[in-house]
């Protein structure tokens, strides 16, 4: 429920958009310490009260305020230092958050396990002090700061982070150092955005690659041992696949930086569309001995998406209603692997399932190679939605 609250993103992005960062950080600071310190009270004080269904909704409000923070995260600082190293600043941010996971499940682990009260007290004291501090230090133009002034009040949360619009160069000024971005156009939400055939073709790249990525990370350990691969080594494989993660976000966030003048970043989702098909046929004909490395892949593939898509939404539709377009396109994430692969690979998985001491298990090739042919074929239909939407953008060259 936390994870379905995290990606379900569309309520904190309208809100963001609304109130701003400064406000944002503050309202999901206090949120957070609210609702751990509402579930610690709650275990201590009255253990039968908590239901499944009130910790599943606690959690998932959980989940959507995590999203103020990393909009205030994303929202003032994608274009400080100009669009030719946006890809570096979000792609770092996108692994910041997702090593904070890793974090986080080391800290429970060595510190807390067991003590799931104290877990909740500490983390609510946590998050407010980290949101607090996230508030202070949040960027503010100051009045004299041309490169984000506003020639009137601003009429919109964002407008104050607004860059200055950018002059196009002629075709005589384009021979060196000039970099590839979308042309510029006015900022699109609600019906416009839902109206744009782009927002749809990127939206199915999400909804396929993400949850892709997502089956193989929540399905490790049934991937490895129906597949007779080393069961001794999944701790490690769920590692690698957080470490692979985390290293395709800032390695493909600096790669397209770099190649902008000549390879626009859409292209990146068609680099993760190829890297997706292989690594579910690399399940289907390696050694299992070597399971680690389609596993790692996966999540260097699920990181190169996390690099891309967040940076295109903001370059194709436009800085000032980021969060309700984020929050949008984040949808995908919210159904791609709960609402779709999770249930088929549960069928799938469950067809060939016999019963082990009582317990339904699959062993062999057929548990899961319905859903890594569905996968690779699903990766075709990806990489020509991300061909599609390179040939319907419109670029222009910055310098």
């Given at each position: 429920?936390?994870s379905f609250?995290?990606?379900?993103?569309?309520?904190?992005?309208?809100?963001?958009?609304?109130?701003?960062?400064?406000?944002?950080?503050?309202?999901?600071?206090?949120?957070?310490?609210?609702i751990?310190?509402?579930?610690?009270?709650?275990?201590?004080?009255?253990?039968t009260?908590?239901?499944?269904?009130?910790v599943?909704?606690?959690?998932?409000?959980?989940?959507?305020?995590?999203?103020?923070?990393?909009?205030?995260?994303?929202?003032?600082?994608?274009?400080?230092?100009?669009p030719?190293?946006?890809?570096?600043?979000?792609?770092?941010?996108?692994?910041?958050?997702?090593?904070?996971?890793?974090?986080?499940?080391?800290?429970?682990?060595?510190?807390?396990?067991?003590?799931?009260?104290?877990?909740?007290?500490?983390?609510?004291?946590?998050?407010?002090?980290?949101?607090?501090l996230?508030?202070?230090?949040?960027?503010?133009?100051?009045?004299?700061?041309?490169?984000?002034?506003?020639?009137?009040?601003?009429?919109?949360?964002?407008?104050?982070?607004?860059?200055?619009?950018?002059?196009?160069q002629?075709?005589?000024?384009?021979?060196?150092?000039?970099?590839?971005?979308?042309?510029?156009?006015?900022?699109?939400?609600?019906?416009?955005i839902?109206?744009?055939?782009?927002?749809?073709?990127l939206?199915a790249?999400?909804?396929?690659?993400?949850?892709?990525?997502?089956?193989?990370?929540s399905?490790?350990?049934?991937?490895?041992?129906?597949?007779?691969?080393?069961?001794?080594?999944?701790?490690?494989?769920?590692?690698?696949?957080?470490?692979?993660?985390?290293?395709?976000?800032?390695m493909?966030g600096?790669?397209?930086?770099?190649v902008l003048?000549?390879?626009?970043?859409?292209y990146?989702?068609?680099?993760?569309?190829?890297?997706?098909?292989?690594?579910?046929?690399?399940f289907?004909?390696?050694?299992?001995?070597?399971?680690?490395?389609?596993?790692?892949?996966?999540?260097?593939?699920?990181?190169?998406?996390?690099?891309?898509?967040?940076?295109?939404?903001?370059?194709?539709?436009?800085?000032?209603?980021?969060?309700?377009?984020?929050?949008?396109?984040?949808v995908?994430?919210?159904?791609?692997?709960?609402?779709?692969?999770?249930?088929v690979?549960?069928?799938?998985?469950?067809?060939?399932?016999?019963?082990?001491?009582?317990?339904?298990?699959?062993?062999?090739?057929e548990?899961?190679?319905?859903?890594?042919?569905?996968?690779?074929?699903?990766?075709?239909?990806?990489?020509?939605?991300?061909?599609?939407?390179?040939?319907?953008?419109?670029?222009?060259?910055?310098?």
């Amino acid at each position: 429920m936390a994870s379905f609250g995290a990606y379900f993103s569309v309520s904190p992005g309208f809100v963001f958009d609304r109130i701003g960062p400064h406000r944002s950080v503050l309202l999901g600071g206090f949120l957070l310490a609210g609702i751990y310190t509402g579930l610690y009270a709650g275990l201590m004080a009255f253990p039968t009260a908590m239901t499944p269904l009130g910790v599943g909704v606690a959690f998932a409000v959980l989940g959507q305020a995590t999203n103020f923070g990393v909009f205030a995260a994303l929202g003032p600082n994608e274009d400080l230092f100009g669009p030719e190293n946006r890809g570096k600043i979000m792609a770092l941010e996108f692994a910041a958050f997702s090593a904070g996971g890793a974090l986080f499940a080391e800290l429970y682990k060595h510190y807390f396990d067991g003590e799931v009260p104290r877990y909740f007290r500490f983390m609510g004291c946590l998050m407010l002090v980290v949101f607090l501090l996230a508030w202070i230090a949040l960027y503010r133009p100051a009045k004299e700061d041309a490169a984000h002034a506003v020639a009137a009040a601003p009429i919109h949360a964002l407008d104050e982070f607004m860059p200055p619009d950018t002059p196009i160069q002629k075709a005589q000024d384009l021979e060196r150092d000039c970099k590839l971005v979308p042309m510029a156009q006015p900022d699109i939400t609600g019906r416009e955005i839902l109206a744009d055939s782009r927002f749809w073709l990127l939206f199915a790249t999400v909804f396929i690659l993400v949850g892709s990525s997502l089956f193989v990370m929540s399905n490790i350990a049934f991937i490895v041992e129906s597949l007779g691969g080393p069961m001794e080594q999944i701790s490690t494989m769920v590692a690698l696949f957080s470490v692979g993660n985390c290293c395709g976000r800032v390695m493909a966030g600096v790669v397209s930086d770099s190649v902008l003048d000549r390879c626009p970043r859409i292209y990146f989702v068609s680099l993760a569309s190829i890297l997706v098909g292989a690594i579910h046929t690399l399940f289907l004909f390696i050694p299992r001995a070597f399971l680690a490395v389609p596993i790692t892949l996966a999540g260097v593939a699920d990181g190169v998406m996390f690099a891309a898509f967040p940076v295109l939404t903001r370059e194709t539709f436009g800085a000032r209603h980021f969060g309700k377009n984020f929050g949008l396109i984040s949808v995908a994430n919210a159904l791609g692997f709960p609402l779709f692969y999770s249930p088929v690979g549960s069928f799938v998985y469950s067809m060939s399932a016999q019963s082990v001491d009582g317990v339904q298990k699959c062993v062999g090739d057929e548990c899961f190679r319905p859903v890594f042919l569905l996968v690779v074929a699903l990766s075709v239909v990806s990489l020509v939605a991300s061909l599609k939407f390179a040939a319907r953008q419109h670029y222009v060259r910055l310098s």
